[in-house]
């Protein structure tokens, strides 16, 4: 398994980063992929930014651990002009369980919203996901008894509300949702579904 590096954000603060607080997750690549659907070169990002080309050519082949605030200036730069934000798209009252719940229950909740992912969260924090393919993983004789928190995977990303959606759109690449948060309470979700909902509009 390849395991890549991580920029993590502070969702109390609009794209601005503090390390060690994992929320907001950011690589070289998805700053790659946000450059590219701005029309911009390296060249004209490093102008942007000011930095040298060579310096973004590292950031983006995560050659080298940038500086928290040349990253928020490429995020500033890459997201200016996006109006659609998270929050005209995202799916309100998340539904979502706690680390004690049964699978079982974990199951039936999925079925009955036809959803594919639960955040698993425990006094008002985001400890852990549980999907379909988590329980299909861990499938046995005695897999519908066991808890939740015995089988979820890490926590869903997370990004603040106002967002724009094209940040949310490259996140859903990696990830079956994204969680929408406001002042560190979740607020909304958005799968691949709302996205497609909106598909014949321009993000």
Do not use: W
């Not at 398994?1 to 997750?25: H, L, N, W």
């Not at 983006?60 to 500033?76: A, C, F, G, H």
């Not at 049964?102 to 006094?123: C, F, G, T, W």
């Not at 859903?172 to 909304?188: D, I």
Request: positive net charge; hydrophobic residues 40%.
């Amino acid at each position: 398994m390849k395991y890549v590096r991580y920029i993590f954000y502070d969702i109390e603060v609009d794209y601005k980063i503090t390390r060690g607080y994992q929320k907001m997750v950011i690589t070289g690549a998805m700053l790659k992929k946000l450059r590219l659907e701005a029309g911009l070169t390296q060249r004209q990002l490093a102008k942007l930014v000011g930095v040298s080309q060579a310096h973004i050519a590292k950031i983006e082949n995560e050659k080298v651990d940038p500086r928290l605030s040349t990253v928020n200036k490429i995020l500033e730069v890459l997201t200016s002009g996006k109006k659609r934000k998270c929050s005209e798209i995202m799916t309100r009252n998340v539904i979502s369980v706690n680390p004690k719940t049964r699978v079982i229950e974990a199951s039936k909740i999925m079925m009955k919203y036809a959803i594919s992912q639960l955040p698993v969260i425990n006094d008002g924090k985001v400890v852990g996901t549980v999907t379909e393919e988590s329980i299909i993983r861990n499938l046995s004789s005695t897999v519908a008894e066991k808890t939740v928190k015995e089988i979820m995977e890490p926590p869903l990303p997370m990004i603040p509300e106002n967002t724009s959606v094209s940040v949310a759109r490259s996140l859903l690449e990696e990830s079956p949702a994204v969680l929408v948060v406001k002042k560190g309470a979740v607020v909304g979700i958005i799968t691949r579904s709302d996205l497609l909902k909106i598909v014949s509009k321009a993000i």
